[in-house]
C-alpha cells in the first residue's frame, strides 16, 4: 500500500518539474541560468556581456551514504533583490556595497528521497553560489566523497595558477594556458613536507583571462565547516571540476545536515581594475560575529625574525642540542649556541627602535622552548607556549616594551601540531594576556598532526576556526601562516587580520621573487584576505650578510615602498633590519607615515602579472597614498589625479626609482622628490624594471 | 683514512665481545639469561625453579631510520640489587616492597652505529625489561614500524586471553592453548568501531598457565610515548611476538631519542595467589609525581547512569532531535524527550539517596550538550563539556550537593574525539573547580578522532597522559573509559583512581557477563590498575525493568556484595538504582560498609577462571573484609582466618547465598548471619553457582 502511494507521488512530482530559471546581475551584465537535464543533473551556465562565458557544467555532491547527483527536478525556486551597505572593521573602503539578485533553486528527488537548494547571488563583479542540503528523510550524517561543481569555459584561456597541492600554497605563479598547463606545472619541484597533487590540479584563488579579454578570479568565499577547494582542469575540454582538499584516509569532509557548503566564486569583469576593487568575497561573509571590536586596532610592526633568514646562521633554536624536549629538558641547562636573536638585550634594540620611529609592535621569533629541532620530526610535543628561553626575559621585556609604548607580538610556531596547539591553547592565550600581548603570529611548518590532516583538509578548517573564535575570547588579533588560504572570513572574525597562504617576501632569501609575483598575487591570493607579505625590503642582496649566499630580491628599494600599498594588510610588516633602515632614512619615511587602513581606494591601472597603481586615503586623515609596481620590464606609470577633491590644493612626495634602478643592477637607487599636485592632473610615472613608486599626497598647507 | 681507522675499531672491539649475562631473583627460583647470538641478535631467556619458562627469544626494534635488531656485541654489564618499600597513596597495601636484582646489558653495533641498552629488573614474582635507546651517532629520530620481542615457551600451554584489538578490550576471556587458539577467536564477533587484527594476535595483560602449572601474566608497565603492546601467537612453536598498535598510516610509534620503551612484563609464580598478589607493575613504574596528594581521596558513587542500560528506553540525550549541534543550536528551543534522567529533580534523588546511606558521590550521565547523536558519527564538535541541557540546573545541584555533603562527579564523554576534548580541555577542568567537581569519569565511545588513530596507538597514549597529569594541575580525580588500559601508571599519578579497560558490568544488560569473567580479570586486566568495574547490582533480570528484555546478569546478589573485595578500586560505584536498594535494605548495609582503600591484602584461595578469595584490611580501622567468588559451579571456599591478629575476639557479619540460590534460577536468595570468629578458625563458606560471599569481620566489643 505504501509503495503503491509512493510511486503517485513520484509520477505527480515528476510532472511537477519547472522550467529553468535565469537570473541576471543588477546592472544586467551577467546572466545566470540554472536548470536540470534529462537525467535530472543539475546545470549552470553563465553569460557576461550577451557571451557565454561559463557553458552549462554540471553540480552535484557525492557520499558514501547518498548522492546529491542526479535524479532531481526543480520544485521552487525563489528570488530575491538585496541592496545594503556595511563597515568593516577595517580594510581598503570605508563602505562596502553588497548589491546582488539571488536566486534559489530547491531541488528534489525521489527514490531514495533527497533534497538539495542551489543558492546563487549574482553581483555587477561576479557571482558566488553554494549548495544547501537541509534535513533529509534519508541519511543526515554524510562522508563526502566528491564534489562535482564543473566550470566549462569555452576557449584556450590564459590561466594565472599555482600548482594542485594539500599542504602549501607557497609556490610561484604560472602564466600558462588551458593545453600548456600540464608543461607548466611539470616545471614545478615538490616542496618536502607537502603533498601535491597528481594530475592538472591546481589551487584557489587563479585567475583566468579569456580569449575575449574577460578576467576571471575562481574562489571560494566563507569555507567553514569544509575542505578548501581545488580545481582540476580537463584542458582539451577548457574545464574545471572542484577538487575537495581530501583527509589522509581519503574522505572530503564529515557532514552533519543541515549543511551549506562554502560559495564557489566566480569575480568577473573586462577591466582587471574591477577584480582587484571587488568586494565579492567578503559580501559572500557574514557579518562579524564580534561584537565590540575596539580591541582590533591595525598595525605596522617590525619584528626579530629576518636576521634568522639572511644567511648568518643565527637561528630560532637556543641551543644547538638536538636531544632538547620541551617539558622535559631544563634549557637553564643547555649550552647557549649564542646565534640566537631573540634574546632580551636585541629584542629591547627592536623596542627601541619600534619607539623612536613609531612603529606599533615587534614581533619575535623564536623565544619559547622547543625549536632545537622544531620541524620534519612529527613530534607529538614540539613547542611549549608558555615557556620562554632562558635567555629571553620576558617580565623585562614586557615591562620595556609598555614603557616605550610598543606592542610585543607572540609568536606561536606550532610545526604543523595542530593538535597540540589546541591542546595548549588557553593557556597560550591567557599567558598572552597576562604578559600584555594582543597579537599573535601562528605558523604551521611541516606535516600536520593529527597524522589523518593536511593543511587543508576539512579539520585544519575547523582548526583555524577555533584558533580565532578562541583568540577573540581573548581579545587577541591573529596573523597566521601556513593556514588554509582566505576565504574572506576576516569579515566575519575581523580579529584575522592577515594570512601568509601564499610564497611570501621570506623568499627573497631563498632563491627570490621575480618582480611579478607581486603583480599577480593582488588578482589571486589577495581575494580572500590581507596577505602577511612582509614588504619594506630595503637591503636586497643576500651578499650584504653573507658573501657565499647570491639570492637577491625581485625588487628595487622604491618598489618596496609601493607594496604597502598594492599589497593592503592590517598588519604590516616592517620587514628589515634596523640598521638597513638607519642606512635610509629618507625612504624609510614613508614606511613610517603609510597607513595600514583605508576610507577609500582607487585602482587606476592594472593588468595580472604585469602592472599594477592604486591610490588610496588614509582612514584617519585626507591624505592619500599612491603605489604602483611593474614587472621585470621598465613602464610609465598613469596616475590620474582625479580622485582628489577638488577645492585645495595638493602636495606630493615621490619615492621613485632612480633613471639608472634595476632590480638587479642596481636596486637602492632611488630618488625622492616634492611636487605640487592637482586634482585631475595626470601624473607620469617612470618605474625601472622590477620597480615601483610611492607616493604621498597631503593638502598643501593654507598660507597664514 | 678515516675508513680504515673505523675497520680498525670494528676488529678490535668485535674481540671484546663479553659473555652472556646471567642474574638470578633475590629468592634464586627465577633465573635470566641474556646474550648475543652469532648474527649479534640479543637473545634472552627465562628459567623458573630450574626448569626453562622462557626458552631464548630474540631482542630488537625496528625504525624507519635505522635498525635496533642485530649486529650487535655486549660491551658492558651492570648489575644492582635494590631493596626499597613505597607507600601507595591508595591500593590494596599500605606498605609495598620493591625488592629486585637489576642487570643492565649495554649493546653496540656497528656500521653504522648503534647503541642500546636492555635493562631487566628481576624479583621474586616475576621480572620487567625495556629498551633503552641512548643518543646516537645515527639517526635520532626514529619513525618505529616494529619490537621483535619475542616470548618463546616450551608447551602447549593453557592461555587466557582477548582478541588483538586496536579500539577495544571490551571482550569475555577464552580459556584456550596455543594449538586451539585460532580456533577460540573465531568464535569472537567484532566490534562495530573497533579494529580488530588479523591472524591469531591477542591483547595483553594476558594469562597463562603452563603445562607444569606455572601462572605467568604478560604485560607491561609505565606505557608512556609508546603504543600498547599486543601479542601475536606462532600457535605452532608455542611463542609469542610483540605487536605494537600502530596508527592508520602503519607506524608504531614517533620517537625522540634519548627514549626507553615501557617495560615488558611477566608476573611468574606456581601459587596463582601470587599473581593476584603481585605489585610488580606498580614497583616498575615511577614514584608520584604528584607531591601534595592530600586531594585524592577514594569514594563510593551512585549515578544516573544504570537507567539508562535497563532497557526503560531513558536516553543520555534531552531530546530527540537529531538535527542538534553543540555550539550552534539553543538546546532550550528543543522539544525535550521526557527520558532523561539526567534532570534537576531526579539528580536530587540521588543525591538524597547518597546522603542518606553515606555514599560519597553522584555520577551523573547524559548532562551536557551533545547527546542527540553522540557517536558514531565522526563529528569534529560532538559535546560541549561546559554547557548543561536545559533541564539540569547545575548551580541549584551544585548548591543542593554541597548543602547534602554530596560530591557529584563529572562525566566527559568524548564519543572518541580525543582531539576536541584536548581543545576543550582547561575549559572543561576549570569549569569542574568553579562548580565544585573534583572527579570526572572520561569517556571514548566510538572511531577515535584524529582519525589517524587508535584508541590505543602512540598519540592517544600521551593524549590520556596529557588528561592526567592535567586533570592533576586542577586536583581532579580521574576514572577514564575506553583509555588504553592501564600499566600501573596509577602509581606515578594517583589522580587516576580507575579505568575501565575492560568488559564491564555495563554488559550485564547486554547479554551479560558470565561468573566466569570475575574470576579471570584480577589475574590479566586488573595487574595494570583498578577497574571501574560497577558492582553492586542486586536486579539482575533485566526483564524486571522490561518485558521484553531476557538479558541476566551472571551473578547472585550475594556475589555482587563480594566484587568489591575481588575488584578492589579506589573508586567503587554502588551501580544499582536506588530503588533496589532500598528493596534490600540489609544487604545494603554491607555496599554502606565496605571501605575502597586497604593497609593489608590476603589472597587465601584463587584459580584463574574459576575461584577467589581475598581478605584486607580496612586502611583506617582495624576491619577486615573477605570475599569469595566462584564461577558457574558451586564450591566451598575455605577461609582460613589466620590474618586475624590474636588477642582478640572477632565477630564477623557473613552475606551469603542462600542454600537454594543460583546465579540463574534464584540470584536473589541471600542470608545475612553473624557468627564469633577467632583467629586460625578455618570458616567453610558455601558459594551457589555463580555465586559468592561478602564478610566483614569486626573485633567483638569488650565487655565494660
Not at 444 to 472: F, L, N
Request: aromatic content about 12%; proline content about 6%.
Amino acid at each position: 500500500m505504501k509503495k503503491t502511494f509512493v510511486i503517485s507521488t513520484l509520477i505527480l512530482t515528476a510532472a511537477m518539474n519547472m522550467a529553468a530559471a535565469e537570473i541576471t546581475s543588477p546592472s544586467g551584465d551577467l546572466k545566470l541560468v540554472v536548470d536540470v537535464d534529462a537525467q535530472g543533473v543539475p546545470v549552470y551556465s553563465v553569460d557576461y556581456k550577451g557571451k557565454t562565458l561559463v557553458a552549462p557544467g554540471r553540480l552535484g555532491l557525492v557520499s558514501d551514504e547518498t548522492k546529491f547527483t542526479d535524479g532531481f527536478r526543480i520544485v521552487d525556486t525563489d528570488t530575491v533583490t538585496v541592496d545594503r551597505t556595511w563597515q568593516p572593521v577595517w580594510g581598503e573602503y570605508s563602505d562596502v556595497r553588497d548589491h546582488f539578485r539571488e536566486l534559489a533553486v530547491k531541488l528534489k528527488a525521489d527514490n531514495p528521497d533527497r533534497e538539495m537548494t542551489l543558492r546563487f547571488r549574482v553581483f555587477d563583479d561576479g557571482l558566488g553560489f553554494r549548495y544547501e542540503l537541509p534535513l533529509q528523510n534519508g541519511p543526515n550524517y554524510l562522508t563526502l566523497k566528491d564534489e562535482l561543481t564543473e566550470f566549462n569555459y569555452t576557449d584556450n584561456h590564459t590561466l594565472f595558477a599555482i600548482p594542485g597541492d594539500y599542504d602549501t600554497d607557497e609556490y610561484l605563479w604560472s602564466e600558462t594556458t588551458f593545453t600548456e598547463l600540464p608543461e607548466a606545472l611539470n616545471n614545478y619541484t615538490r616542496h618536502t613536507e607537502a603533498q601535491r597533487t597528481g594530475g592538472t590540479t591546481i589551487q584557489t584563488p587563479m585567475l583566468i583571462k579569456t580569449t575575449d579579454g574577460v578576467y576571471v578570479n575562481a574562489h571560494e568565499a566563507a569555507l567553514d565547516g569544509y575542505p578548501a577547494m581545488l580545481l582540476d582542469v580537463d584542458t582539451a575540454n577548457y574545464a574545471m571540476k572542484s577538487h575537495l582538499v581530501p583527509d589522509r584516509l581519503g574522505v572530503s569532509a564529515y557532514l552533519q545536515l543541515p549543511f551549506n557548503t562554502p560559495w564557489r566564486t566566480l569575480i568577473v569583469s573586462d577591466d582587471a581594475r574591477d577584480i582587484l576593487a571587488s568586494q565579492l568575497i567578503y559580501n559572500l561573509n557574514e557579518p562579524s560575529k564580534i561584537e565590540d571590536t575596539s580591541w582590533i586596532k591595525p598595525m605596522k610592526f617590525v619584528g626579530v625574525w629576518w636576521e634568522m633568514f639572511t644567511g648568518n646562521e643565527k637561528t630560532w633554536a637556543y641551543s644547538d642540542d638536538h636531544s632538547a624536549k620541551p617539558g622535559v629538558t631544563d634549557y637553564t641547562k643547555l649550552t647557549p649556541n649564542g646565534r640566537h636573536p631573540a634574546n632580551t638585550e636585541n629584542v629591547k634594540k627592536y623596542i627601541d627602535f619600534a619607539a623612536k620611529h613609531g612603529i606599533d609592535g615587534v614581533l619575535v621569533e623564536g623565544w619559547n622552548e622547543g625549536w632545537e629541532d622544531w620541524a620534519g620530526y612529527r613530534k607529538n610535543r614540539q613547542f611549549l607556549f608558555d615557556k620562554p628561553y632562558p635567555d629571553f626575559d620576558l617580565p623585562a621585556l614586557r615591562d620595556y616594551a609598555k614603557e616605550k609604548g610598543v606592542k610585543l607580538i607572540m609568536h606561536h610556531e606550532t610545526a604543523a601540531n595542530a593538535a597540540d596547539y589546541e591542546l595548549q591553547l588557553d593557556r597560550a592565550f591567557q599567558f598572552m594576556k597576562d604578559n600584555n600581548y594582543d597579537a599573535v603570529k601562528t605558523g604551521y611548518v611541516g606535516a600536520i598532526i593529527p597524522r589523518s590532516e593536511h593543511h587543508t583538509s576539512q579539520w585544519m578548517v575547523d582548526h583555524a576556526k577555533h584558533v580565532i573564535e578562541r583568540a577573540a575570547e581573548y581579545q587577541i588579533m591573529v596573523d597566521s601562516h601556513e593556514a588554509p588560504r582566505p576565504t574572506g572570513l576576516a569579515r566575519t572574525y575581523p580579529n584575522w587580520l592577515a594570512q601568509e597562504s601564499a610564497r611570501g617576501g621570506e623568499f627573497e632569501s631563498m632563491g627570490g621573487n621575480p618582480p611579478s609575483h607581486t603583480t599577480i598575487l593582488p588578482f589571486t591570493r589577495l581575494k580572500g584576505g590581507p596577505m602577511d607579505y612582509t614588504p619594506g625590503l630595503f637591503e636586497t642582496r643576500m651578499s650584504y650578510y653573507n658573501e657565499g649566499k647570491d639570492s637577491q630580491a625581485g625588487t628595487t628599494l622604491a618598489r618596496q615602498l609601493a607594496l604597502y600599498l598594492t599589497m593592503p594588510s592590517p598588519m604590516q610588516m616592517v620587514c628589515d633590519l634596523p640598521e638597513n633602515y638607519e642606512r635610509f632614512p629618507d625612504a624609510f619615511q614613508f614606511i613610517k607615515d603609510v597607513p595600514v587602513d583605508w576610507s577609500d581606494s582607487k585602482y587606476l591601472e592594472a593588468e595580472p602579472n604585469r602592472y599594477i597603481t592604486v591610490a588610496r586615503r588614509d582612514k584617519n586623515s585626507d591624505d592619500w597614498y599612491v603605489g604602483a609596481i611593474t614587472d621585470d620590464k621598465a613602464r610609465v606609470a598613469t596616475i590620474d589625479l582625479s580622485f582628489l577633491p577638488k577645492g585645495e590644493k595638493y602636495v606630493a612626495t615621490i619615492y621613485e626609482d632612480a633613471p639608472d634602478a634595476d632590480w638587479k643592477e642596481n636596486p637602492q637607487a632611488y630618488r625622492i622628490r616634492t611636487v605640487d599636485v592637482k586634482p585631475g592632473q595626470k601624473l607620469k610615472q617612470r618605474l625601472a624594471p622590477g620597480g615601483g613608486a610611492a607616493i604621498r599626497i597631503t593638502k598643501k598647507a593654507h598660507k597664514k
